[in-house]
């Protein structure tokens, strides 16, 4: 399998030494990254010779080039940018699920994939349990899904506190709002399970804790059930969940398997 690359930063490096480098996942391989700024003409050439790729310029010329799947990694704006050109003849990564809190650019892209004959996968991110919601949601037996998340009290306050303090409480869709750094936690697990407006989501300021922990219950015709993940920063940027990168790589190794568990 081909893989194009958009973005080279702490979550690209990863995908880019664990593929190309330590050859993680068989028979694959990143053999394009994409960017389109002026200055990756000074950038990417260095990287290419690291990590064995060739490096793009144009989003049409990489679409003609023989990639299997392009993986974006970089941030909302540049999936909401790339998505829709991507997905007219490629299927797709999609790791910045923020983006698709614009419900207009979903519904456009759910239209592409169905058009195009196209994929677009979504990686569960830093957070799990979203086959147990997939699997209650059918024939409508999902009743209640809450997210919870935790995070030490300096990421979310400016003032000090000694206690927690809930900074957030109501639907996915208005914490997408007020709180666009955990839009992809609520906004994956709203697409998994209930939507934005069902999914209730709880966001707490905890002083005592050093790292971000999210709490997700879930409660149908199934029975119920409470996954807790307390996720380590990654080693070489402590604004992204070690997890993430490791569902990513997860995922992509997942379309090379014969067997697949879900």
Do not use: W
């Amino acid at each position: 399998m081909k893989l194009g690359l958009i973005g080279t930063g702490t979550i690209g490096r990863f995908l880019l030494e664990n593929i190309n480098i330590k050859d993680i996942i068989p028979d694959c391989n990143i053999t394009a990254v994409l960017d389109e700024r002026p200055k990756a003409r000074h950038e990417l050439p260095r990287l290419a010779k690291t990590f064995h790729f060739t490096p793009f310029y144009s989003a049409e010329e990489l679409l003609q080039s023989d990639v299997d799947l392009v993986i974006e990694c970089a941030n909302v704006k540049t999936a909401q940018q790339y998505a829709p050109i991507v997905l007219r003849n490629k299927n797709m990564l999609l790791i910045s699920v923020g983006a698709l809190v614009d419900v207009k650019l979903l519904d456009h892209l759910d239209n592409l994939t169905k058009t195009n004959q196209t994929k677009l996968y979504l990686p569960p991110g830093a957070i799990g349990g979203l086959d147990i919601i997939q699997a209650g949601k059918m024939l409508d037996g999902l009743n209640e899904v809450v997210l919870e998340t935790r995070k030490p009290a300096h990421a979310l306050l400016e003032e000090q506190v000694e206690c927690e303090k809930i900074v957030f409480s109501g639907n996915a869709k208005s914490a997408i709002e007020k709180f666009p750094k955990n839009a992809n936690v609520a906004i994956t697990l709203s697409l998994a399970g209930l939507g934005i407006d069902k999914t209730q989501v709880n966001i707490i300021a905890d002083p005592q804790i050093d790292k971000n922990i999210h709490t997700i219950k879930g409660r149908g015709e199934f029975g119920e059930f409470m996954i807790r993940l307390k996720n380590n920063p990654s080693p070489t940027n402590p604004k992204t969940s070690h997890l993430t990168s490791l569902s990513i790589l997860s995922t992509i190794h997942s379309l090379q398997k014969q067997i697949v568990i879900r």
